[in-house]
Nanobody, 121 residues
Framework: QVQLVESGGGLVQAGGSLRLSCAAS????????MGWYRQTPGKQRELVAT???????NYADSVKGRFTISTDNAKNTVDLQMNSLKPEDTAVYYC???????????????WGQGTQVTVSS
């Protein structure tokens, strides 16, 4: 199995910053992509930022210029630095990793448990 552990959520005032971290562990042969998504009550989960292995980053238009995604391939971690936070950034943030457990496996998506980010006005 592949386990994802997230940390770094919390309450912050508008204009502030938070850094989310996600560590993947377990039986991992390779990672194809890592990313962050978010969800608010009654809405679909939406992409925040992704970074494919060896590829360029992708950001939602609403966070471009404010959020930065980064990975440490040696540690299988993905971070999301969130600056200039707005109340509309309030959501549960989920880490997602697309990985293969063995060379013969298909790529599977794994999700973290979610971490709450609340931005007060």
């Amino acid at each position: 199995q592949v386990q994802l552990v997230e940390s770094g959520g919390g309450l912050v005032q508008a204009g502030g910053s938070l850094r989310l971290s996600c560590a993947a562990s377990g039986s991992i042969f390779s990672i194809n992509a890592m990313g962050w998504y978010r969800q608010t009550p009654g809405k679909q989960r939406e992409l925040v930022a992704t970074i494919p292995s060896g590829g360029s980053t992708n950001y939602a238009d609403s966070v471009k210029g404010r959020f930065t995604i980064s990975t440490d391939n040696a540690k299988n971690t993905v971070d999301l630095q969130m600056n200039s936070l707005k109340p509309e950034d309030t959501a549960v943030y989920y880490c997602k990793v697309d990985a293969r457990r063995n060379w013969y496996d298909y790529t599977t998506s794994y999700w973290g448990q979610g971490t709450q980010v609340t931005v007060s006005s």
